[in-house]
């Protein structure tokens, strides 16, 4: 069973919106922070946004993306959304979702301190 299920990338314009959705199955998941990353051709992987773990109540967003993405939970579906809008073509990558538990510090986008990734969904902004 994989842990993480990261979906609903695709191809969009610029300007146009997406809804990433990252699964989780097989752990606690009210436990963990939650955090998105992304990695477009020849670049370093780098975090998008992130939530704590239920009780916790804060978000994160790089600068790039303040104002146009959302992060958000629902502990119920144990899924996590992003929500992307104004779209540029600067956004375009594949995006991972990852689970920080025990290990995760609250610096949101150290990944060596997340346990848990997902495959990546690919997000394409182009007309």
């Known amino acids: 069973e994989v842990p993480l299920q990261a979906s609903g990338g695709c191809l969009v314009q610029p300007g146009g919106s997406l809804r990433l959705s990252c699964a989780a199955s097989?752990?606690?998941?009210?436990?963990?922070?939650i955090g998105w990353f992304r990695q477009a051709p020849g670049k370093d992987r780098e975090g998008v946004s992130c939530?704590?773990?239920?009780?916790?109540?804060?978000?994160w967003y790089r600068d790039s993306v303040k104002g146009r993405f959302t992060i958000s939970r629902d502990n119920a579906k144990n899924t996590v959304y992003l929500q992307m809008n104004s779209l540029k073509p600067e956004d375009t990558a594949v995006y991972y979702c990852?689970?920080?538990?025990?290990?995760?510090?609250?610096?949101?986008?150290?990944?060596?301190?997340?346990?848990?990734w997902g495959q990546g969904t690919q997000v394409t902004v182009s007309s």
């Open positions: 097989g752990f606690t998941f009210s436990d963990y922070a």
């Open positions: 939530i704590s773990a239920v009780g916790k109540d804060r978000t």
């Open positions: 990852a689970a920080g538990g025990g290990r995760w510090s609250g610096i949101p986008y150290r990944s060596y301190e997340y346990d848990y």
